[in-house]
């Protein structure tokens, strides 16, 4: 029996699409951190996890540097599902899924020990099904971190200092407030624009956490951080969901074992370095408030911000983060 070479090759296709199934699934993971940022120390420790984990049966394959878009991109590629995994600052989830606002109201967080209760815990578990209404796998919270004010008018140890300072915020509505409340003027402008809006003086101040002061050379055109630590921004990692159902239980396992010792590693490698460079914007002449009256501050804004937080959302996860406070 003759042939022909065209059900040659679909035999030959269906043979490979058949074994296909068998080899190796590789999972794309896109972000917009830098390769030498902990974040993507983060994911390639993750991506070593699980390739080890699975003798090779699920690879993930990483695009650092928003090589496959920017943030909103990402985030919206990962719903579609044209991007198996992604991690993003908590900020970027909040404009579908507002709920998550929780995570970034000022001075709701105690310490690094109380984020970690939370997040690991119950409030991360209630934040992870509503993230599934939008296609999304919560698979871990890593860290960017406590946010710190800088400026270059004054120290600033208690709200007071604070009077009328232009400061730089994100736009999220809660830290706007916040600086209002605290008397200062904020700012909402892209992050990009902020070292020359400091070094022209077309605002007095900025808040961020240690590590990305250092980045940015924050030092250079400012002198002085008070580690106010007001409030805390989460580098949240999300999966598509129906890539996540398509997984067997034995990868799924594979996957969020992965995840979790990733977010152990990583928080550590950030704890350390926060360390290294407060030090070295001391070195660089940065006048440093080691020790703010964080009470005082949390008295003249937390009240407002979560009443406003819970008139739209309701008071559960503020309930189950202070649960978390011990």
């Known amino acids: 029996m003759h042939h022909s070479p065209r059900t040659l090759l679909a035999g030959l296709l269906a043979l490979g699409l058949a074994t296909g199934t ?19 120390m983060a994911a390639e420790k993750f991506a070593e996890i699980v390739a080890e984990k699975s003798g090779g049966d699920l690879t993930i394959a990483l695009y650092p540097a928003g090589q496959l878009g920017g943030g909103g991109d990402l985030i919206k590629g990962n719903r579609l599902g044209t991007i198996d995994i992604t991690m993003n600052g908590n900020p970027w989830y909040t404009g579908f899924n507002p709920v998550q606002n929780v995570l970034d109201l000022p001075f709701i967080f105690d310490d690094h020990e109380h984020v970690y209760r939370a997040l690991d ?17 919560l698979l871990a919270f890593w860290e960017i971190g406590f946010r710190n004010v800088i400026n270059s008018v004054r120290p600033i140890n208690e709200p007071a200092d604070l009077a009328g300072l232009k400061i730089r915020t994100t736009g999220n509505k809660a830290h706007i407030q916040a600086f209002q409340l605290l ?59 129906g890539r996540w159902k398509s997984l067997s ?3 799924q396992a594979i996957v969020m074992d992965a995840a ?33 009256d964080r009470e005082a501050f949390r008295a003249v804004v937390f009240d ?5 937080y819970e008139d739209e959302f309701g008071d559960e996860l503020t309930t189950a983060i202070e649960a978390a406070r011990q």
């Open 22 to 40: 068998a080899a190796a699934a590789e999972l794309r993971f896109a972000h917009t951190n830098s390769p030498q940022s902990y974040g993507h």
């Open 121 to 137: 815990g119950e409030v991360g578990e209630k934040i992870g099904a509503t993230l599934e209404e939008h296609g999304l796998k």
């Open 183 to 241: 008397g200062a003027n904020p700012q909402p402008m892209a992050f990009g624009e902020v070292y020359l809006a400091l070094q022209t003086k077309v605002i007095d101040g900025t808040e961020h956490p240690v590590n990305e002061v250092y980045e940015m050379k924050f030092q250079e055109v400012t002198n002085n951080l008070s580690l106010t630590q007001h409030a805390y921004t989460a580098m949240v990692v999300t999966m598509n969901l």
């Open 249 to 251: 239980e034995e990868e």
């Open 260 to 292: 979790k010792e990733a977010t152990a590693y990583q928080r550590a490698l950030l704890a350390e370095e926060n360390v290294k460079r407060l030090q070295l914007l001391k070195d660089a002449g940065m006048a440093v408030v080691e020790n703010p």
């Open 304 to 308: 407002d911000v979560k009443a406003a």
